[in-house]
């Protein structure tokens, strides 16, 4: 089996098991107060809007495969704020359902399992940007956040016409 076909799987595998662990957990008392689970469902549904964003901006790029599909560097959407925001939501929609269930299992499952798979596989995807796009690729990596947007491109983007 080839590296790529790998974290496909080892990533789906992380993914499946953290919405079983989520919905599996049993919840004492009922779980979380109201306003918890108001504030997971929110962060929930909030990254679920950041990764259908970056999957409606990608279109035909998310495929699964590692190496690049589009001819140039990404900048449109989502992808103007972080390099992988579909990783990013996925996690903050596991991460927020599992807070709002009350789920510790969900929660560890998302730490633990899904995030390390999606960092694995967003870098090896970084590797294939880097040698299909070389130095277009250099200069957006080095301006846009990993999963999390870069606070310093915020401040340039302000002080000139485009970042």
């Known amino acids: 089996m080839m590296l790529?076909?790998?974290?496909?799987?080892v990533y789906a595998l992380a993914a499946v098991t953290t919405v079983a662990s989520i919905g599996l957990d049993a919840v004492p008392d009922g779980g979380p107060h109201l306003l918890g689970r108001l504030a997971g469902t929110a962060v929930g549904v909030g990254g679920l809007i950041l990764a259908g964003w970056a999957v409606a901006t990608m279109r035909r790029g998310i495929l699964g495969a590692i190496r690049p599909v589009a001819g140039s560097v990404m900048r449109d959407g989502p992808y103007r704020y972080v390099r992988h925001p579909l990783?990013?939501?996925?996690a903050l929609s596991l991460m927020?359902?599992?807070?709002g269930r009350g789920s510790?299992?969900?929660l560890a499952a998302t730490v633990i399992l899904f995030v390390p798979s999606a960092v694995w596989r967003a870098l090896r995807e970084?590797?294939?940007?880097?040698?299909?796009?070389?130095p277009?690729?250099?200069?957006?990596r080095r301006r846009v956040g990993f999963m999390f947007p870069n606070p310093k491109m915020r401040s340039r983007s302000r002080t000139s016409s485009r970042p």
Do not use: K
Request: proline share 0%.
């Open 136 to 140: 277009d690729w250099d200069g957006y």
């Open 96 to 99: 927020g359902f599992a807070l």
């Open 104 to 106: 510790a299992s969900g």
């Open 126 to 134: 970084e590797r294939a940007m880097a040698q299909a796009f070389g």
């Open 87 to 90: 990783y990013a939501g996925i």
């Open 4 to 9: 790529g076909s790998l974290s496909v799987v």
